[in-house]
């Protein structure tokens, strides 16, 4: 069999601009990249200098997708760093706006870039015209976690409610149970897409992946727990940087991740799923089932499936935590700034993220280090699409390649937050 290069030079129904790059001989890969050439965004440098208040309001700049977990793990590293612990309502707001991010990123995912792959067709736009009913409820159904976004956060793309300590201002309990309606419809609606999604054709192809993610002892994870791995570590948040590290490699204009002594890891919703299965409530578990679904999912492709059942899971979380809610005293706990050195780690649609800041003692920002899920998912990634492509050698290059960009899309990554990674050296002779 003759050498084959495939290359991918833009890849379409992602988040920022990458390509892929992929040589065979013999019906063997010999050289794969994941290549993220967007330019660098330096958040961290941007950080430096600045009050450790902004941090939330700067973060959530990195992206427009999921500014709220970049939002929630800047206040939970500052909060580690001051010593100062959030509960109750203010607790419960910061799970539901969560809730609200997930829903409307997952359904956009799903509905909009992924489920054309399983129906070929080559946009949702296309999709539409055969699918209709489908494309209007993922977008009524995306609609409703921007609701929660919007009367949480303050608005519904980078919201400007977050705080260290808690929120700016709490919603009164009317602004949240306004929503009830819609949720309710949105989960009920979202249980029966998974019916839908259960008749797609599914590659053969699974992988024993090293699965990464926070583990809580009573919930499924957004906010808190502890960072566990199916090949048995159990580590503390600011035990991160033990476990794990940064590497550079020429065709990333974003830093590589990987686990020491261990190599590449999985970060994301079947990591989330695998590793949490139990702190799943009844109906989203059905919903598994109903999929087809056992307690762990090694197959990239059905992390299709998994990210709707995290769906139900968010909708019946939100319904749950309004029903319960009542305005807290004040929307802040009380913070004393200090010099000190804070992580924090939260659930991301994509997968963890974690944050670590060191603070003067004025409160400003002297070090951040940001590691976002695509950056940890990269050398995951061109694992796959070695594996892949092997798997499917004989096809034309053409349905090759559209194989292997779905591959990619199967984690969905968010290009542009890994990017801001990059460090630059400069050698003079």
């Known amino acids: 069999m003759k050498s084959r290069k495939i290359k991918v030079a833009a890849l379409a129904r992602v988040e920022g601009e990458g390509a892929i790059y992929l040589t065979m001989s013999g019906g063997k890969v010999t050289d794969v990249k994941f290549n993220i050439y967007e330019p660098p965004r330096f958040f961290e440098a941007f950080l430096r200098g600045r009050a450790y208040s902004e941090a939330p309001d700067i973060t959530a700049r990195i992206c427009g997708i999921c500014p709220v977990a970049y939002q929630m793990s800047a206040v939970h590293a500052m909060e580690n760093a001051f ?5 109750g309502a203010i607790r419960a707001l910061r799970r539901l706006i969560y809730c609200g991010e997930w829903i409307e990123s997952h359904t956009l995912h799903v509905f909009m870039l992924h489920a054309p792959d399983f129906l070929g067709y080559e946009s949702a736009i296309h999709m539409a015209k055969d699918h209709s009913d489908v494309v209007k409820g993922a977008l009524r159904l995306k609609k409703i976690g921007n609701a929660i976004v919007t009367t949480v956060g303050g608005r519904e793309i980078h919201p400007v ?25 949105g989960r009920d609606w979202a249980v029966a897409s998974m019916k839908l999604l259960a008749t797609f054709t599914f590659p053969d192809f699974e992988r024993d992946y090293n699965f990464v993610a926070l583990r809580h002892p009573g919930e499924y994870p957004f906010n808190e727990g502890r960072i566990v791995t199916s090949s048995g570590l159990d580590m503390a948040v600011d035990e991160y940087e033990t476990h794990f590290e940064e590497e550079h490699v020429a065709h990333s204009n974003a830093l590589r991740s990987t686990m020491k002594g261990r190599g590449a890891y999985k970060v994301g919703p079947l990591a989330r799923y695998s590793l949490n299965f139990d702190r799943l409530p009844q109906v989203a578990q059905s919903a598994a089932r109903t999929a087809g679904l ?29 029903e319960g809610y009542e305005k807290p005293d004040a929307p802040c706990m ?23 800041y060191r603070v003067d003692e004025q409160g400003l920002i002297r070090y951040a280090k940001i590691v976002p899920p695509t950056s940890q998912n990269q050398r995951i990634i061109e694992e796959d699409l070695a594996g892949y492509a092997e798997l499917y050698a004989d096809l034309p290059d053409d349905k090759l390649t559209w194989r292997l960009e779905q591959a990619v899309r199967n984690y969905d990554p968010c290009i542009s937050c890994a990017t801001h990674m990059i460090r630059v050296k400069v050698e003079r002779e």
């Open 161 to 185: 409610n977050v705080r260290v300590g808690g929120f700016y201002r709490a919603p009164e309990k009317k602004e949240l149970t306004a929503l009830l309606d819609e949720l309710k419809w």
């Open 83 to 87: 010593g100062v612990k959030v509960d």
């Open 334 to 356: 009380k913070v004393e700034v200090k010099a000190g050195v804070g992580s924090g780690c939260t659930e991301a649609p994509r997968g963890i993220l974690w944050h670590k």
């Open 294 to 322: 056992g307690p762990v999912v090694k197959n990239p492709f059905k992390s299709i499936l998994v990210r709707m059942v995290e769906t139900v899971f968010a909708l019946d979380e939100a319904v749950k935590t309004i």
